[in-house]
Every structure is written in C-alpha cells, then in structure tokens.
Nanobody, 120 residues
Framework: QVQLVESGGGLVHPGGSLRLSCAAS????????MGWHRQAPGKERELVAR???????TYKNSVKGRFTISRDNAKNTVSLQMNSLKPEDTAVYYC??????????????WGQGTLVTVSS
C-alpha cells in the first residue's frame, strides 16, 4: 500500500509564510504527478498547484507568484512554499499523488489534510 503523510500547516498572519510537506511511502514504482489541493469551509476542493515527474508545474491563478511547488523524486516528497499569505488562502490543504505501485497497480491517493489559517 501507498500512504501520504502531510505536515506543516498552522496559523499565520496575513503576509506570512508557511511550508507544507508531503511524503509518499510504501510500494511505489513511480509517481507521475503530485500536487496540493485545498478546501475552504462551504467550498469545493480546488487545485492549488501540481508538479509532474519531469518538473512541469501548474498553479491556480490566485497563487501564482506567491506559492512554489517542488518535489524530490528520489524521496517521493512534494512541498508547497506559501508566501504572502492572505486570509482567503485559509483552508484545509490536501496532498495528492498519482502513480503506479507494486503489481503495476495504479493509485490516486490523498493525504489526511492539514489546516492552514491566515488571520490577524
């Protein structure tokens, strides 16, 4: 089985920074894409940032220039550096990984979520 474990959420003032990390472990053959989604109260889950194994990135428009996604393919980890945080960034952030596990089994997994609160 493959598992995702997230860390790094918390409370930060507007304009502050946080770094989220996610580590995938288990029987992994390859991870095609890793990303971060978020869900604010009363809203649908949305893509924040995504990175492929080759390093291609996609960002939600409202976080471009403020958030940076990166990954370490050797360690199966993905991070999200969030700068200039705004109250509207408050949400539960979920790590996602898509890939192939043992026995050529496809997986599309989610982490448990980590709360980010931006408030003065």
């Amino acid at each position: 089985q493959v598992q995702l474990v997230e860390s790094g959420g918390g409370l930060v003032h507007p304009g502050g920074s946080l770094r989220l990390s996610c580590a995938a472990s288990g029987s992994i053959f390859s991870i095609n894409a890793m990303g971060w989604h978020r869900q604010a109260p009363g809203k649908e889950r949305e893509l924040v940032a995504r990175i492929t194994a080759g390093g291609s990135t996609t960002y939600k428009n409202s976080v471009k220039g403020r958030f940076t996604i990166s990954r370490d393919n050797a360690k199966n980890t993905v991070s999200l550096q969030m700068n200039s945080l705004k109250p509207e960034d408050t949400a539960v952030y979920y790590c996602n990984a898509v890939g192939i596990g043992s026995g050529d089994r496809y997986f599309d997994l989610w982490g448990q979520g980590t709360l980010v609160t931006v408030s003065s």
